[in-house]
């Protein structure tokens, strides 16, 4: 299983030494900074899983340094949790409208701020899946409005011709194309062609017969 990682950005020393102890613990990889500016730079090197992110910093504070993240493509995804001393409703709006998953209020309780990490990292990890799923179910649409058109199909083995020029069996080519998946079974023309219309007529009663009683059950 990856080992997830959490990047604390905080100036107090003492608050760094609690979340790390804290994070190491639970199994997290962590990072740390004390400023939004080098803060950033880090997180363009090594992309974390989610950000533990002060408010009140020297230089870059802890807002800018959230709307710095968000309006980069490659970071803006990544859930931010706010860990403020400020408590009035109008810093923890700001913080939301921002673009933070969640604003917790200093001093806080280590059991309570990991429980928040691990909610919004599945939280995460199901948004990705989803993401993943209907890229998935998109590719496969695509496909089946490609089989929809005119394929190249041979007259005699019925095999199809693909974009690439390479002949195939026709049920390769739509596992390939398409999330659909075969059971083999033998139409009754084949039966006769192939075992005769005797054979065909004792399995035909056969198969009567198991249908009767599958019906009575």
Same mark, same amino acid.
């Given at each position: 299983m990856r080992q997830e990682t959490v990047f604390v950005?905080?100036?107090?020393?003492?608050?760094?030494?609690v979340l790390f102890d804290a994070l190491e613990m639970s199994g997290f990889k962590i990072l740390i900074d004390t400023d939004g500016n080098s803060a950033l730079e880090a997180i363009g090197q090594a992309v974390p /899983?989610?950000?533990?992110? /002060?408010?009140?910093? *020297?230089?870059?504070?802890?807002? %800018?340094?959230c709307r710095k993240l968000k309006e980069n493509a490659d @970071?803006?995804?990544?859930?931010?949790?706010?860990? @403020?001393?400020?408590?009035?409703?109008?810093?923890?709006v700001k913080g939301l409208a921002l673009g933070a998953v969640d604003y917790i209020i200093k *001093?806080?309780?280590?059991?309570?701020?990991?429980?928040?990490?691990? @909610?919004?990292?599945?939280?995460?990890?199901?948004? !990705?899946s989803l993401e993943k799923k209907?890229?998935?179910?998109?590719?496969?649409?695509?496909?089946?409005?490609?089989l929809k058109g005119l394929l190249p199909i041979c007259a005699n083995c019925k095999k199809i011709r693909d974009d690439k020029g390479n002949w195939n069996q026709l049920e390769i080519?739509?596992?390939?194309? @398409?999330?659909?998946?075969?059971?083999?079974?033998?139409?009754?023309?084949?039966?006769?062609?192939?075992?005769?219309?005797?054979?065909? +007529?004792?399995?035909?009663? +056969?198969? !009567?017969?198991?249908? /009767?009683?599958? %019906?009575? !059950?």
């Open positions: 950005v905080d100036d107090i020393p003492a608050n760094l030494g /899983d989610i950000i533990l992110l /002060d408010v009140m910093m *020297p230089g870059m504070d802890g807002f %800018e340094t @970071t803006r995804d990544i859930p931010v949790i706010f860990m @403020t001393a400020l408590n009035e409703v109008i810093d923890e *001093p806080f309780r280590v059991e309570i701020v990991l429980a928040r990490i691990r @909610t919004h990292l599945t939280l995460r990890n199901l948004q !990705k209907n890229a998935e179910l998109r590719d496969a649409l695509n496909n089946i409005e490609t080519y739509i596992s390939k194309h @398409t999330p659909a998946e075969f059971t083999h079974a033998i139409c009754p023309d084949c039966v006769r062609k192939l075992y005769g219309e005797e054979v065909w +007529k004792r399995v035909s009663k +056969k198969l !009567k017969h198991h249908h /009767d009683h599958g %019906e009575e !059950k």
